[in-house]
Each structure stands twice: as structure tokens, then as C-alpha cells.
T-cell receptor
Framework: SQQGEEDPQALSIQEGENATMNCSYKTSINNLQWYRQNSGRGLVHLILIRSNEREKHSGRLRVTLDTSKKSSSLLITASRAADTASYFCATDAGGNKLTFGTGTQLKVEL | NAGVMQNPRHLVRRRGQEARLRCSPMKGHSHVYWYRQLPEEGLKFMVYLQKENIIDESGMPKERFSAEFPKEGPSILRIQQVVRGDSAAYFC?????????????FGPGTRLTVT
């Protein structure tokens, strides 16, 4: 099964609302990263949180990490139509090899 | 500073032909990674290379697939005798030398279609 699994699989919200996505993983990690992928495009790195960190912010993004529960969440505040994309979490358990989850498809409607 | 470059962006091959996918890492990056993405799925790690060395190929299929990152020039992912199941998007990523716990920068991908 996937190392990282995102929940929900799909999310549809109105512009201006907040979007929260969750990620669970199975093994110990060095860091966890969130990426965005627009349809048919490459991945854009959003944020990296190390295993000794609990929360991190970047602009409208807020990421939390709970290593005891092996879970992370990504919060996008005041969403915009341009945030419509698929969001993936990826874990690095050491060795620089990223293990990706199956992604959350976010749709932000006007 | 140009990002990770991949070419071609789209590649169509008939069953049995060879596919060569190229990746030029970001300037100053010496670590290269290849990932494969099937439709509606997340990315799956294939191989991790440094200049002239394969560091981790645990995600590579045992047959028909090979990867290299020569001293000079781009990294190459080579798929021999392609089959329909090889149709996917192949992404390359790079990261700086001698460092861990840093993000990987992804290229735009090569979309391989096997007919």
C-alpha cells in the first residue's frame, strides 16, 4: 500500500474558503513535503517540514506534522480559483527517495 | 537559472521500439531522480543517480529499463522494447550535492504513449 495516503481524494470548495488536506504515512521519516500538480503539468514544491518540526507556514499555506500519529495536514487559507490542482504529500525516509501519496484533487469554484 | 529540463515533452512509440528520455538537472545540482506517474496516480520512485553512479535503483523494473547520468551531458532513462503498460508520465527531479532534507525540483515531465 502507499506510504503516503491523502484524504480526502477530492475536495470542492468556494473561493475564499479554507481547504484542508490530510496525509498519513507508515514508516519513520526525515521530512515530509507537499507538492502541487496542475492538470497535465509537472510538480511544484510547496513546503518541506522536517521530522523535528511540528508546524510550518508559507504565505497562505500552513503545514502540520504529527510524527506520533504519522500524519500531516496542509491548510490553504482564503483559497483562489488558481489553487485548483492536485496536491501530493511525499515522505523522505532517508536516502533521498520520495514516496508519494495518491493525491487530493482540489477544485476551487468562483 | 533554468529549472530542470526534460525532453521530449511528448513521445509516441510503437510496441517494441526504444524510448529515450532526457533530463538536465538544475545548474549546480548533481543528484537526479526519475519517477513515473500512471494516470490518476501519484508518482512512483524509479531511480536515484549521482554523476556516473547509480545510488538507488530499487524502483526500476528488472528488465528493459536502464538509467545513466554521465560525467558530461544529461541523465538518460532508456526503455527498450516498450509495451503499452509503459505509457505514463516520466518525471525527473534534481537536488543539490551533498545535502539531504532538501526539496527536489521537478521537471515538466515526458509523456510517453505506446501505441
Amino acid at each position: 500500500s502507499q506510504q503516503g495516503e491523502e484524504d480526502p481524494q477530492a475536495l470542492s470548495i468556494q473561493e475564499g474558503e479554507n481547504a484542508t488536506m490530510n496525509c498519513s504515512y507508515k514508516t519513520s521519516i526525515n521530512n515530509l513535503q507537499w507538492y502541487r500538480q496542475n492538470s497535465g503539468r509537472g510538480l511544484v514544491h510547496l513546503i518541506l517540514i522536517r521530522s523535528n518540526e511540528r508546524e510550518k507556514h508559507s504565505g497562505r499555506l500552513r503545514v502540520t506534522l504529527d510524527t506520533s500519529k504519522k500524519s500531516s495536514s496542509l491548510l490553504i487559507t482564503a483559497s483562489r480559483a488558481a489553487d485548483t490542482a492536485s496536491y501530493f504529500c511525499a515522505t523522505d525516509a532517508g536516502g533521498n527517495k520520495l514516496t508519494f501519496g495518491t493525491g487530493t484533487q482540489l477544485k476551487v469554484e468562483l | 537559472n533554468a529549472g530542470v529540463m526534460q525532453n521530449p515533452r511528448h513521445l509516441v512509440r510503437r510496441r517494441g521500439q526504444e524510448a529515450r528520455l532526457r533530463c538536465s538537472p538544475m545548474k549546480g545540482h548533481s543528484h537526479v531522480y526519475w519517477y513515473r506517474q500512471l494516470p490518476e496516480e501519484g508518482l512512483k520512485f524509479m531511480v536515484y543517480l549521482q554523476k556516473e553512479n547509480i545510488i538507488d535503483e530499487s524502483g526500476m523494473p528488472k528488465e528493459r529499463f536502464s538509467a545513466e547520468f554521465p560525467k558530461e551531458g544529461p541523465s538518460i532513462l532508456r526503455i527498450q522494447q516498450v509495451v503499452r503498460g509503459d505509457s505514463a508520465a516520466y518525471f525527473c527531479a534534481s537536488s543539490p550535492p551533498g545535502r539531504s532534507n532538501y526539496e527536489q525540483y521537478f521537471g515538466p515531465g515526458t509523456r510517453l504513449t505506446v501505441t
